[in-house]
């Protein structure tokens, strides 16, 4: 039987509400309801009295999380879409990220963004924010890409003593299958190589790595091995798996869906350019969202974002410098 990326989030959670009686989840509507995406379906009747429903207000809601959090509780908060964090953002950056820095207590909070877009969700339900949570101190901002990765990394983002964004993509809940869950895992803070390769690098992350991969394999038929690297976590950035991978190749491309103005996109190439200005054969480039907001029509969604097909051209353009 396959497992779903949506469903190794819900047995993760299980997990972890299983193992450490200092987990509790909280959000609107994951009690009897299961979540707005079901990722708690079954959770509140196996767990009474530790999946609660939240009001609607999310600033309540990681203003909760980080008082259980500070005496002694490792709480999940579920935001039904990662664009509705924005109203509990100060709880986020100004209260839970420097709280260890202010206090020497530590902020154990785990909160999961349903994040990215999917066809008609619009503006206010299709939002990557990671690139904005990442230029905070003191947050944890992780982008699993993977069945295996979204179980693996949300059980240890609950035992990260540090306040910590998972970045879950909605796109990928029923699109991504695997057969089994893994034993274990890299560790937060290490990128993977998706696939190996000599003639361009692409760093990607959360379901670019996806359309990545489809771009590398439609330019496996003209000849070219691009190597893609997932980059798993956004902060922490596994600078060096990055630098290797350009050594090999000596041409990069990074992919992100968030909005082009810095980021995590932008954040990579600062790091190549000037730590391994040296490897380059050709400038590097980005690709991500369009500057706009993002469309409802289904159409107009696949001209925003990047696709296999604009990552492919991306790179044709790269590799004929």
Same mark, same amino acid.
């Given at each position: 039987?396959?497992?779903?990326?949506?469903?190794?989030?819900?047995?993760?959670?299980?997990?972890?509400?299983?193992s450490?009686?200092?987990?509790?989840?909280?959000?609107?509507?994951?009690?009897?309801?299961?979540?707005?995406?079901?990722?708690?379906?079954?959770?509140?009747?196996?767990?009474?009295?530790r999946v609660?429903?939240?009001?609607?207000?999310?600033?309540?809601?990681?203003?909760?999380?980080?008082?259980?959090?500070?005496e002694g509780?490792?709480?999940?908060?579920?935001?039904?879409?990662?664009?509705?964090?924005?109203?509990? !953002?100060?709880?986020?950056?100004?209260n839970a990220?420097?709280?260890?820095?202010?206090?020497?207590?530590?902020?154990?909070?785990t909160?999961?963004?349903p994040?990215?877009?999917t066809p008609?969700?619009?503006? !206010?339900?299709?939002?990557?924010?990671?690139?904005?949570?990442?230029?905070?101190?003191?947050?944890?901002?992780?982008?699993?890409?993977?069945? %295996?990765?979204?179980?693996?990394?949300?059980? =240890?983002?609950?035992?990260?003593?540090?306040?910590?964004l998972?970045?879950?993509?909605?796109?990928?809940?029923?699109?991504?299958k695997?057969?089994?869950?893994?034993?274990?895992?890299?560790?937060?803070?290490?990128a993977r190589?998706?696939?190996?390769g000599?003639?361009?690098?692409?760093?990607?992350?959360?379901?670019?790595?996806?359309?990545s991969?489809?771009?590398?394999? %439609? #330019?496996?038929?003209?000849?070219?091995?691009?190597?893609?690297?997932?980059?798993?976590s956004?902060?922490?950035?596994?600078?060096?798996?990055? #630098?290797g991978?350009?050594?090999?190749t000596g041409?990069?491309?990074?992919?992100?869906?968030?909005?082009?103005?810095?980021g995590?996109?932008? =954040?990579?190439?600062?790091?190549?350019?000037?730590?391994?200005?040296?490897?380059?054969?050709?400038p590097?480039?980005? #690709?991500?969202?369009?500057d706009t907001p993002?469309?409802?029509?289904?159409?107009?969604w696949?001209?925003?974002?990047?696709t296999?097909?604009?990552?492919?051209?991306?790179?044709?353009?790269?590799?004929?410098y």
């Amino acid at each position: 039987m396959s497992i779903t990326y949506l469903e190794a989030i819900r047995l993760a959670q299980q997990e972890a509400l299983a193992s450490d009686p200092r987990v509790f989840l909280y959000g609107q509507d994951i009690g009897a309801f299961g979540g707005a995406f079901k990722a708690t379906k079954g959770l509140h009747e196996a767990f009474p009295g530790r999946v609660i429903d939240a009001p609607i207000s999310e600033d309540a809601m990681v203003g909760m999380a980080i008082g259980a959090a500070i005496e002694g509780m490792r709480p999940i908060i579920e935001m039904q879409f990662a664009d509705f964090s924005s109203v509990g !953002f100060n709880q986020i950056v100004n209260n839970a990220g420097t709280q260890f820095y202010r206090t020497d207590v530590p902020c154990p909070i785990t909160v999961r963004l349903p994040s990215g877009g999917t066809p008609g969700s619009g503006p !206010f339900h299709s939002q990557s924010l990671d690139s904005i949570y990442a230029h905070y101190p003191g947050l944890v901002i992780l982008t699993p890409a993977t069945v %295996e990765d979204a179980y693996t990394m949300l059980l =240890e983002a609950v035992q990260i003593d540090d306040p910590t964004l998972f970045c879950e993509h909605k796109y990928l809940y029923y699109h991504l299958k695997a057969d089994a869950l893994p034993d274990e895992a890299l560790p937060v803070g290490r990128a993977r190589i998706a696939r190996p390769g000599i003639h361009a690098t692409v760093v990607a992350y959360s379901a670019m790595v996806h359309e990545s991969l489809r771009a590398a394999e %439609e #330019l496996a038929a003209e000849g070219w091995q691009i190597e893609v690297v997932d980059l798993r976590s956004v902060k922490p950035m596994d600078t060096d798996t990055i #630098l290797g991978s350009v050594a090999r190749t000596g041409r990069l491309l990074a992919v992100g869906e968030t909005f082009p103005w810095g980021g995590a996109t932008a =954040e990579v190439i600062s790091r190549v350019a000037s730590e391994g200005f040296h490897l380059l054969d050709a400038p590097p480039q980005r #690709l991500n969202s369009k500057d706009t907001p993002i469309p409802y029509h289904p159409n107009l969604w696949k001209v925003h974002r990047p696709t296999a097909q604009t990552i492919a051209s991306s790179l044709r353009q790269l590799l004929r410098y």
